[in-house]
């Protein structure tokens, strides 16, 4: 077994598409599925269900990627230290993230910490959100822009609020239900829906079980995939309604995003080790603190 075995499969997996993940890793889709093939082959086992018309991870399949990615990131981890001891690189501010709820932002946090601390090397980690609770708690992370989880305070880790964000329903704009300005939550009660695995997001989950309680009625949860834009490729396939945050923007105008009401939304923190004795996140933790100040609370 080679480490671009699991390189591919953890592409497939997260695409859930063979075509989508070849274009990500540039390589021809005949390759790539015969990387994969090779790799259930040496493994012993089906690691993808290619039956339905959704491709989707079997037992095995979620216990490799998930073991997979702690693999190749403990990996690139390793290497990145070597690369900066080889180079006599002093100073360096890991910093894990969650995508979508902090792309308004975290830009220009970087530039003005980059500009105030131009010899400090900034490493970003795009991770879910449990994984940036796990890794700041291990010390493998600086500072950490995620949600709230189940675990955070047997954690222990201080944390602090930089903003909320408002649950939408997303849809084929054929749809429908898509031609209001917004939606009910309770709308949804007949329709199949698609949600984050809750593995992989707790908070949004549970919050989103939550609303569809308050509106009378236990969602109908069709698929729940472990990366967020997987939700809208179930949606294009029209395999059920999406519920996302709103900074989750549809790639094209085949989904619309409508938002949901009641309005539910979804916290985004700064969390840090309380313990650590971190320059270089410390730096970082008063630009965000200036940051909130300068909103004069219009975030929180």
Known sequence: MELRHLRYFRAVAEELSFSKAALRLRIAQPA???A???LEAEVGAQLLDRSRRAMRLTPGGEVLLRETGL????????????????????GELRLGYIGPPTRSFLGGLLREYHRRHPEVAIVLEERTPERVWEMVSKGRLSVGLTRPVL???ALGLPSLLLCRERLCAAMPAAHRLAGGADLSWSDLADEPIVILARREGAGSHDAIVAACAAAGFAPRIAH???VIGTILRYVEAGA??????????PENDEVVLLPLVPTATLPVVMVWSRDEDDPAAEGFRRIVEEWLEGKDGALV
């Open 32 to 34: 790539l599925s015969r």
């Open 151 to 153: 675990a955070h305070e």
């Open 36 to 38: 994969v093939q090779d």
């Open 224 to 226: 729940t995939p472990s």
């Open 240 to 249: 059920g309604i999406g519920i996302v945050p709103e900074s989750v923007v």
């Open 71 to 90: 693999l190749l990131e403990r990996l690139e981890e390793t290497l990145r230290r070597v690369r900066r001891a080889a180079a006599g690189e002093t």
